[in-house]
């Protein structure tokens, strides 16, 4: 689904929720493989019951992925993404939590040495179904600005 949206289109503050996903065993076992992060603390659900948390923890680079990929909704042809900013990982995720992602805008700014385009920063915080955040980042958007054939129409 195509969606457009230039510079001038994007609200500070406006934002929405994404749907959830509850993640999976499956989830961890195919993170670990594809990234070679085989830690004890995803993984080894023994080792883990000794461990203040109790029970296997996230990958946050899991997390990170699914909850951005929760945002991939629409493709704007307006937009690339520049890359992220200010990655913390709030909080520890469970086999069995479901997370939604939860984005605003922060600031819109033309840029000077591209007028044709400027930059959108999204605050994205991935939550879990107690709505706490257990992820927190800021996506960066590189944005055309509208043409100004469509400004004068």
């Known amino acids: 689904m195509e969606h457009l949206a230039y510079l001038e289109d994007h609200v500070i503050g406006r934002g929405h929720t994404t749907l959830g996903r509850t993640l ?11 990234t070679g992060d085989f830690f004890p603390h995803h993984m080894d659900a023994e080792f883990m019951k000794t461990q203040p948390f109790g029970q296997r923890i996230a990958h946050g680079t ?35 939590d479901t997370i939604r992602t939860r984005t605003r805008i922060l600031r819109v700014e033309p840029d000077a040495k591209k007028p044709a385009q400027g930059r959108v920063w999204e605050l994205n915080e991935v939550i879990n179904q107690r709505g706490e955040v257990v992820l927190a980042c800021e996506h960066i ?6 043409p100004a054939e469509e400004e004068a129409a």
Request: proline share 4%; hydrophobic share 45%; glycine share 10%.
């Open 24 to 34: 999976t065993e499956t989830d961890f076992v195919v993170h670990a493989g594809h």
């Open 141 to 146: 958007y590189v944005v055309q600005r509208r």
């Open 62 to 96: 899991m997390v990170f992925a699914i909850g951005v990929g929760l945002t991939a909704t629409r493709i704007n042809p307006a937009a690339f993404s520049y890359g992220y900013d200010r990655l913390r990982f709030v909080r520890p995720v469970f086999i069995g």
